[in-house]
């Protein structure tokens, strides 16, 4: 595919139980991002990756969050002990450079997870 | 905090009307980015303005970058439906460029 693909698309999940949502990037694409957007509001920042290394993560909501790149091209967010309020679409982005102040990000289509 | 808020949260017109859309900041950001995002799928980006005072034009829709680049429009002339979306600018952090920061976005309905 060209674009960038996640999967699944929808989750839904027990509370307590543990996700992991995945990110396949555009073949190449040198950084990855990880957004959460609730319903009606802008994405908000995770984390984001340079290659395999994570060069910022200060958007996880807690250390229920982590995220990783292993080998620089898929990426896995993982969220253990789900809560109610994990519930939004959360978001992937790569980008073809390296992180610069005007990035252009190619967006998947998103996991929807919802937490009962 | 940089923070972008975005007016109007949402906006309905008829196709063929005019309409402008405002992100506005207190802080300034060295590059600001609009995206348009329909339902069920990611943001897809429009525009990255760059310099302060810039106008880009692309077909109907016209970005500006405020002088002081803390604020930016987009004005669309002539709507579509093919323009209903939830439009979106972005701005990365001073310091942390690998970290953007989105507004709430703009909803606009454009009505055949």
């Known amino acids: 595919g060209a674009g960038v693909s996640q999967s699944p698309r929808y989750k839904v999940a027990k509370r307590g139980q543990d996700v992991a949502l995945r990110c396949d990037p555009i073949?190449?694409?040198?950084?990855l991002f990880w957004y959460q957007q609730a319903l009606g509001q802008g994405p908000e920042f995770l984390t984001y990756f340079q290659n395999e290394a994570q060069l910022d993560k200060s958007g996880l909501p807690s250390d229920r969050f982590f995220a990783e790149r292993p080998e620089g091209s898929v990426s896995t967010l993982k969220i253990q002990r789900t809560q109610q309020e994990d519930s939004a679409v959360y978001l992937c982005?790569?980008?073809?450079?390296?992180?610069?102040?005007?990035?252009?990000?190619?967006f998947g289509p998103g996991t929807r997870l919802t937490v009962l | 905090t940089q923070l972008l808020e975005q007016s109007p949260q949402f906006l309905s017109i008829q196709e063929g009307e005019n309409l402008t859309v405002y992100c506005n900041s207190s802080s300034v950001f060295s590059s600001l980015q609009w995206y348009r995002q329909e339902p069920g799928e990611g943001p897809v980006l429009l525009v990255t303005v760059v310099t302060g005072g810039e106008v880009k034009k692309l077909k109907r829709l016209t970005f500006q970058f405020g002088d002081a680049r803390k604020d930016s429009s987009l004005h669309i002339t002539a709507a579509q439906p093919g323009d209903t979306g939830l439009y979106l600018c972005?701005?990365?952090?001073?310091?942390?460029?690998?970290?953007?920061?989105f507004g709430a976005g703009t909803q606009v309905v454009v009505t055949p």
């Open positions: 073949s190449g694409h040198v950084s």
């Open positions: 982005a790569s980008s073809p450079s390296f992180v610069s102040s005007y990035n252009e990000q190619f």
């Open positions: 972005a701005g990365p952090f001073m310091d942390s460029w690998g970290k953007f920061q």
